[in-house]
């Protein structure tokens, strides 16, 4: 039954060629996982990205996923369909979880497939197929807990084994936050799980499998830290970790449905309806478009609720969801803030919509033990009818009040946005009507249902198809596909790119595109236009399915070096961009008047269709070159030269010295040659005329070192953000090594813990055999 709803909300994308593009997915999980793998089918460690901002630490970005099991699928299958496996098979695995976690609640199965279904289904799952990455924590996350409670119940070498598995596979989906919060939901079933044990038990199992996940998860936490310590991924001040708040007005959009979508559900929520009702902290978007839960979902776990007020574990539970909600809520109240300050470790989190799904999966659970509590035998089924009366009457009423008197879109809409296009108006007035009605009927129908007491089998097929259909007619429409066509055809500008750079020498481009417009196409879905725009832009980091770098960044392990260089946008994109190596840019034709007058063009061309140009620079600096170094004491008088209105001459780099360098001779330094080799390791052969520094334009990270003729040598930087070696006059060999910060010991650490835990497991089960055949 539950494979068979399955398949039956994702009919289309089972049953059609169209793949997942939305958002992330192919801005990021494309890029990474393209990478990554090719990598591995090549016999290497990924550890270097050379493909975001001037390249960063691959492991050490959580979000890479690169020890997630699903990575292997792209060596087997097309990038799309592997994609689409991966998504997929998310869904299976927390319809499937939830149902063992609510089960082990002793819910009944009808109940706990209801529960599955909620959390499966909701809108955040659905919606956040536009980022697989979080998709692949949330949805490990009921499983995780499954296991972890399994451990608590009776502890055991084995199902510690599985439950650390299960805290792992969190973290290798790329979800630092999920991580944190399902460790901390393990504390919360330590307390009030009943069967648990003694105080000091929960204490020692606890801690021991808290430890355990943390040991498993080492290859990918060690190399996180270590970048967290020496750069500046994810937030940077509290209003950055705010953006992305749940708006308070879409909490009603958890019970009702999301009334916010346009019409046809095609393009989610609106960018103007974002503006003006939902900011999302400057975003043209929303994280999610849908939050909905179902109507049956929110009564059963209400009437749950109601029917344990004597019960103090009800409360615990409900003030842990609440506090889990005001954290989603972000900048509307205080709470995140005051953790923010509060717990040091919560500060590199951001983007407090991310909790949504934990909200989804309390509620998924609340409403699992509702049913039990109310359904089964013998159970407070009252609740259900005082609780089902509650929630239809205020929204029959809203639905009839904006029906008839349109009492909603002309005073309280009007009042928060007095310009509302009256198209716009219309729409969300349309929707309130049609979500509040179906909330109302949906909440009788729970109050019907309860009526059948004789026939509890029939009663209880309707209550999950009830829910099931609620979720479907409101959550299905809003998962995207896309023509797999968009993945394997290169736009026109990396054409053009491959026509003037053959081979395969490294190039790097930037686009400048910031707010997408996408222009009318013949035949052309809004969605499939975007993404060809955002393609043909040369948008980070997209950019890697066709081999070529990006200047800009857009993954939260970019060097802050790099990001100091980018406070001046235009002077970013016209003088700095090429100094640092980068050959093309794309821009939208109408930034013209502001960035083409400062350009210095080699070549232009030109995408009338689209609204976009392509540039390549006449003044791009060489990936790899002899400099004169120009020695400074550090970084901000180093900023200071390379932001100034005049820049240092094109052969002269800003080198930070802690002692001054032997100055390089007039006239020409020499050459290069650069040596086959991989993004970790790099061998270039110079024939210095005199002393120089070889320039490397790639950014300056830990984890870098270089030798001179064998003999290791210092990295200095340059430029800011790149990497210099001084070399004497003369023929050498440099060479530069990357090894992440933090992996040989999470390496090491991991297996330790996988390997003991599985020989641990072995030795259990063995030794009980040998003992009766030695006697």
Sequence with gaps: MAVLLWGLFFFRALFT??????????RAFYPMRYYGASRLAAGQLPEWLPYDGLGQSFPGIFITGMFHPTLWLHLVLSPGVAVKVTLLGCFLVALGGTYALVRSLDVPRAGALFAGVTFTFCGYLVCVTNNPTYLLAASTVPGALWLALRFLRGPSVERLSFAGAGLALVAFAGDAQAFAMVNALVVLLAVVDPEAGTWRRRLVACGLLIVAGGLMAAPQLLPAAALASASEPGARSLGEAQRFSLHPLRLWEGLAGPFLVDAEGVQGIPNVVVTHLVPSGGFGRVWVDSVYLGTPACVLALAGFVASLRRWRAWVLMAAWLMLLALSLGDALPVYGWVYQLLPLWRPFRYPEKLVPLVSLGLAVAAGLGWRRCLASGGAS?????????????????????????????????????????????GLSTNVVATASMAAVLALACVALVLLRERPSLRDALFVALQWGALARANEPLYQLSPAELLRTPPTFVQRIRQLAPGD???????SLRETSVPRLAGVPYNDGL??????????????????????????????????LKGNRAHWFTRLAPRLGTRFLAYATSEHAELGSRLTARRTFEDPLLGLTLVEYADAAPRIHLARPECVAGREEAARRLLSPTLPPPDVAIVECATPLPPAPEGALGQVDVAPGTPEHLTVGVEALGPAVLVVNDAYQPGWSATLDGQPVSILPADVAVRAVVVPAGQHVVELRYRTPGLTAGLLLGAAAWLGLALACLGKRLGPRRRPAAA
């Design 382 to 426: 009252r609740a259900i009818i005082w609780v089902g009366a509650f929630v239809a009457l205020p929204c029959a009423g809203l639905a009839l009040a904006e029906g008839g008197g349109q009492w909603w879109s002309q005073h309280w809409l009007r009042s928060r946005w007095p310009d509302v296009p009256e198209p716009v108006r219309q």
């Design 17 to 26: 060629s169209g793949v997942f593009l939305a958002g992330d997915t192919l």
């Design 531 to 564: 993404h060809l725009v955002q393609l043909s832009a040369l948008a980070p980091d997209m950019v890697a399915l066709w081999g070529l770098e990006s200047a800009n960044e857009y993954l939260p392990g970019v060097s802050p070096r790099v990001r100091q």
């Design 505 to 511: 020498e490294p190039i790097r481009v930037a686009s």
